[in-house]
Structures are given as structure tokens and as C-alpha cells.
């Protein structure tokens, strides 16, 4: 996983979302537009956060483990039972 490169900056964040209040949209195959990053932060619980690339790469998230998305690049998660987190967002 890569990390947010130093000169992206902060611009949003997703309201916290629960095992049960999470979109359907990020539970599925999704990116972000050009130029935009992510951050996966998890507040309680597990998350399932998969890459989908030509070589898949899976973590699993956790208040001490967060994701950075990449622009373009196609990722999905998956609560692994209770679980509080939101996305940040940068470009």
C-alpha cells in the first residue's frame, strides 16, 4: 500500500459509518476521480480493505492501520463485524 504523497492536502471527510450505515457503493468494486487520494480511517472494529489490481492486495484495517486509496485504482471494503470508520479525502 502507498502512502498520500506529502504535497496532496486535505479537502473532506465521509460522515462515520457503521457495519450497518455503510454504502453499498463502497462495499462494491469503486476509485476515486484522478488526482484524488483517500484515507481509511477506522475508529472501532475491523475493516476488509481489498485492492483490486492485476495483483489483488487485502489488509485488514484497524484503528491502528489505516488505508490510503489511490487515484483511478479500482478497491472495495467489508466490515468484519462491528465497526466505526470514515474516509478522508485529499488532493
Known sequence: MKDI??????YKKTPT??????????LRA???KA???GKIVVLS???H???LQSENEQYELDPDHSG???PEVLHEVE???PVRFFVEFFK
Request: aromatic share 12%; glycine share 12%; with cysteine.
Open 17 to 26: 459509518f457503521d457495519e450497518t450505515s455503510v454504502p453499498i457503493g463502497l
Open 30 to 32: 469503486h476509485q476515486t
Open 45 to 47: 472494529g475491523k475493516l
Open 68 to 70: 490510503v486509496v489511490e
Open 79 to 81: 466490515p468484519m463485524g
Open 5 to 10: 504523497p506529502n504535497t496532496c492536502r486535505f
Open 35 to 37: 488526482g484524488t487520494w
Open 49 to 51: 480493505y481489498r485492492i
